[in-house]
């Protein structure tokens, strides 16, 4: 080739290159940009329509060298016009309620002046949940009817349960309360399980007399920031029993005997008549009314047992009752004569204003409950002088006007008292006639009631933190509680893990340090001291902010749970295996002994047959089958020595030494011979021999039942049962001496070895 030849030559396949390059360059349109075969895109359930998805990563320029379009047409996106942004066209919907959960569709690329296929690009978009669907109670309202007497803590209904669309996860965990009607936690009612158990719990007693009946709000909230709820209402009937004593209308009477008292008589009982009813409204037991017996001045008077009225049952002398007296009354219940109230009944003459005034005792010492209503009477504050209307009773130290006392002597609750603002009231109650004065202390100690359940200052809690907090043990962070009842103490406790510890000061600190997730999601429940005790809790999330895969990983590989599958499965196959062996191991041994015996059993069979002269050869290759067992033996050789093999072998068998038997005189080979000791003889033939044979002939030794050996098996019948084709056979051989007419005689030397059959 010459010289220019090469420089065209070299041109050219430069070209073919470029436009190889060329080609390969303008087929990349169409394909993905990361040299992927689809795309993905993740897009929030509450995206609006006309949400921008994202753009597609594909080579080329649909303004120029390529063409976009969506295969399917029902697909809720658009690809704008000239570019690769995918638009929202409909709804989405996590849930699947209100648009698609899930989008597939598939993208047609086409290049432009090319007649290639359109090439397909699978696009997935997948939706994320956010917190759109708040929880419904599956029923409600609710009421229900609860006996007074129940106990607090006791369960007054189950199975209420609600349900929230939201998928799986902390946007669909549920969390009950009861609420008053000012919302705040009921006092009354509350949620078990720390308000995740649809199981309602009476927190205090309830009384039919104060409150026969009252609403409870509901509510069911997730755990989203902020939490949905749902409320709905729950009212409770209190059912009666009978557990109150009756009550008189005032705590003591008095009356005046008039001039001249004689029998019939009524008396004008203040502050009013006498009357008394069953506390226990819802049951209203009938009463009976009577003085009790144990004064002798109590003969003078009648109490009517239904109206009330005090009259006189005999004339009264001008000498008797000169002194104020004091008759106790008493309301008993007829259907429960252990249900009774007491009340007193002062009666005096008039005229005796000028007896000594004092207070019964110089201190009164009241308790109260906190929660105790107004308009209470406390105590009543007797004096020597009950029956006189023109005593005035003043209370002194009342700072607050918080009491108040009537003209008989009642301490009434004028306002509502708190033991957190003060445990203790120390009054002066003040009585006078216009004349004389009587002074005594009343000390009114106020009882504490838990009124106040604990109180988180926020409603949900989210800390992020480093591992390098983590590691140096420091506190993950800080729950504050408070409770408004004084001397109550608050017990902090962890729910829905076993990774975080809280101690009493509300500070978190992790606990397994090697077992940590991206992010860990518990409650925080708050319990106080008081009588009943109440609790409260809070959502807690901490959330790590280097998280690492092979810290993940590490964590997933110390998981004790699945370090004891994983032991109790490696000890399962080892059980296995060793089985296994054992069992191979038995089979071999047992095979062994097996054919140790069987050996054993043929060499005492045969070491006892007498055709077995000498040792036995080989017993090692015996072989064992269906219906023949066979040992080779080796035989001595069989002579006729007195009449020679012409004329036939002696009737009985010669067993000769092979090492020193010749019947030549020469040094020949030792004669054996093949038998079949199980060869039943049939009849007796003279043998054939055919004189001047030449070369060697195949001859099976038999035995007839003379013990005679015989060359021709014609004779003979074969045992069905048994094998007679001999292991090996004995040669007629031409003996190496002649006769005197130099003919040669055929001379019996056999070299077989002796076969047995069983």
Same mark, same amino acid.
């Given at each position: 080739? *010459? ?70 047409? *029902? ?20 849930? !699947? %309620? ?9 993208? /047609? ?22 917190? &759109? ?12 009817? @609860? ?6 803590? =006791?369960?007054?209904?189950?199975? /209420? ?27 009354? +009612?509350?949620? $078990? ?26 509510? +069911? ?11 709905? #209402? ?7 029993s009978d557990d109150l004593n009756p009550r008189f209308e005032y705590v003591s009477y008095s009356a005046l005997l008039p001039t001249n008292p004689g029998i019939g008589m009524v008396l004008d009982v203040e502050p009013g008549p006498i009357r008394a009813v069953d506390q226990d409204t819802g049951i209203n037991a009938p009463l009976k009314l009577f003085i009790s017996e144990g004064r002798p001045e109590a003969a003078f008077f009648r109490l009517d047992e239904k109206s009330g009225r005090v009259t006189l049952t005999r004339d009264i002398p001008d000498d008797q009752l000169n002194q104020?007296?004091?008759? %106790? ?37 009241? =308790? ?6 107004? !308009? ?66 009343? +000390? ?42 004084? &001397? ?8 829905? *893990? ?7 000061? $509300? ?33 807690? @999330? ?77 017993? $090692? ?20 020595? =007195? ?22 005189? !020469? ?18 033939? #003279? ?36 094998? +007679? ?12 001496? =002649? ?20």
């Open positions: 080739m *010459t010289p220019w030849r090469k420089i065209v030559f070299k041109f050219w396949i430069l070209g073919i290159f470029a436009n190889i390059n060329s080609s390969a360059k303008a087929d990349s349109r169409c394909f993905l940009v990361n040299g992927g075969s689809s795309v993905s895109f993740f897009v929030s359930e509450d995206a609006p329509i006309g949400f921008n998805l994202g753009t597609l990563e594909i080579q080329g320029d649909p303004r120029r060298d390529i063409v976009l379009r969506l295969r399917e047409p *029902t697909a809720p996106i658009r690809i704008e016009s000239n570019s690769k942004n995918l638009t929202l066209t409909r709804k989405l919907d996590k849930e !699947g %309620v209100d648009g698609p959960s899930t989008v597939s569709f598939t993208v /047609l690329c086409d290049k432009r002046h090319n007649n290639e296929p359109s090439i397909a690009i699978p696009v997935t978009i997948r939706v994320s949940d956010v917190n &759109d669907n708040k929880p419904v109670w599956l029923d409600g309202p609710f009421s229900i009817n @609860v006996s007074e007497q129940t106990l607090p803590g =006791s369960t007054i209904m189950t199975g /209420l349960k609600a349900i929230d669309m939201d998928q799986h996860g902390p946007y669909s965990t549920l969390t009950f309360s009861a609420l008053d009607t000012h919302g705040r936690p009921s006092p009354l +009612v509350g949620f $078990g399980g720390g308000g995740f158990e649809g199981r309602l719990v009476l927190s205090r007693p309830l009384d039919y007399e104060s409150m026969p009946q009252f609403n409870v709000t509901l509510r +069911v909230s997730d755990h989203g920031t902020p939490p949905l709820y749902s409320d709905t #209402n729950l009212q409770v009937a209190v059912i009666d104020p007296i004091t008759l %106790v009354l008493k309301a008993e219940q007829l259907d429960n004569p252990d249900r009774y109230a007491i009340s007193t009944l002062n009666i005096g003459k008039t005229g005796t204003h000028t007896a000594p005034l004092h207070f019964v005792q110089s201190e009164f010492q009241i =308790s109260v409950p906190e929660n105790a209503p107004l !308009g209470t009477i406390l105590f009543t504050a007797l004096t020597s002088r009950p029956a006189d209307r023109n005593l005035k009773f003043i209370l002194q130290g009342d700072q607050h006007n918080l009491f108040q006392v009537g003209p008989m002597g009642q301490l009434f609750l004028r306002k509502s008292i708190d033991y957190e603002q003060y445990q203790k009231h120390i009054l002066k109650i003040l009585v006078t006639d216009g004349f004389q004065n009587a002074t005594s202390q009343v +000390v009114i100690q106020v009882l504490n009631v838990n009124d106040w359940g604990p109180r988180f200052r926020q409603a949900f809690y989210e800390f992020n933190i480093s591992m390098d907090t983590m590691d140096r043990g420091q506190s993950v962070g800080q729950i504050e509680v408070a409770d408004g009842d004084l &001397d109550d103490k608050i017990s902090l406790e962890i729910k829905n *893990t076993n990774l975080i510890r809280i101690d009493d000061n $509300g500070r978190l600190f992790v606990k397994n340090k090697t077992v940590v997730k991206r992010e860990i999601m518990f409650l925080v429940v708050a319990k106080d001291t008081g009588d009943p005790p109440r609790e409260a809790f809070v959502p807690v @999330v901490i959330r790590l902010t280097n998280f690492t895969p092979e810290e993940n990983r590490l964590a997933g590989e110390f998981d004790p749970l699945k370090i004891a599958l994983i032991s109790s499965l490696a000890l399962v196959l080892l059980a296995i295996v060793v089985g296994i062996l054992v069992y191979f191991g038995y089979c071999r041994k047992r095979r062994k002994i097996q054919s140790e015996n069987f050996q054993k059993r043929i060499f005492e069979r045969n070491i006892n047959n007498p055709l077995a002269l000498h040792k036995l050869v080989q017993p $090692g290759s015996l072989r064992r089958s269906n219906k023949i067992r066979s040992m080779n033996i080796t035989s001595p050789v069989l002579v006729n020595a =007195s009449h020679g093999f012409n004329n036939g072998f002696n009737n009985g068998l010669t067993p000769l030494d092979p090492t020193q038997h010749n019947p030549d005189g !020469g040094g020949g080979r030792p004669k054996s011979v093949t038998w079949s000791p199980k060869v039943i003889q049939k009849q007796k033939v #003279n043998p054939i021999i055919r004189p001047g044979a030449v070369g060697s002939i195949r001859v099976t030794a038999l035995t007839s039942s003379s013990g005679s050996m015989s060359c021709n098996s014609n004779g003979y019948e074969i045992d069905p049962d048994t094998s +007679v084709t001999p292991l090996e056979t004995f040669s007629m051989s031409p003996s190496h001496g =002649s006769n005197s007419t130099g003919t040669k005689t055929d001379t019996l030397q056999s070299t077989s070895s002796l076969t047995l059959y069983f």
